[in-house]
């Protein structure tokens, strides 16, 4: 089995940073490609970031130029560095990571998620 920990969430003011991590642990062989993920209320989940194993990344157009996604891979984690913060980045984020095991097989797991809010 797989866990996903998801740590760094908190209440920040707008204008404001936080650093979110994502610690992957069990049987793990390989860790492929590693995002983030949030989910404000009513609406749908949607991606904010994603690394590939090369260091190569992708961002959602809102968080462009705000955000930082990186990766350890000795730690099997992935970090989201947020600055400039808005109240609409507002939202439940949850990691992901598309991983091997030890016991055969390739999927995606997932964190249970971390709230950010931010307001004043």
């Known amino acids: 089995q797989v866990q996903l920990v998801e740590s760094g969430g908190g209440l920040v003011q707008p204008g404001g940073s936080l650093r979110l991590s994502c610690v992957a642990s069990g049987s793990i062989l390989s860790i492929y490609d590693m995002g983030w993920f949030r989910q404000a209320p009513g609406k749908q989940r949607e991606l904010v970031a994603v690394?590939?194993?090369?260091?190569?990344?992708n961002y959602a157009g809102s968080v462009k130029g705000r955000f930082t996604i990186s990766r350890d891979n000795a730690k099997n984690a992935v970090h989201l560095q947020m600055n400039s913060l808005k109240p609409e980045d507002t939202a439940v984020y949850l990691c992901?990571?598309?991983?091997?095991?030890?016991?055969?097989?390739?999927?995606?797991?997932w964190g249970q998620g971390t709230q950010v809010t931010v307001s004043s």
């Open positions: 690394i590939f194993p090369s260091g190569r990344t």
């Open positions: 992901n990571g598309f991983i091997s095991t030890t016991t055969g097989g390739t999927t995606t797991y």
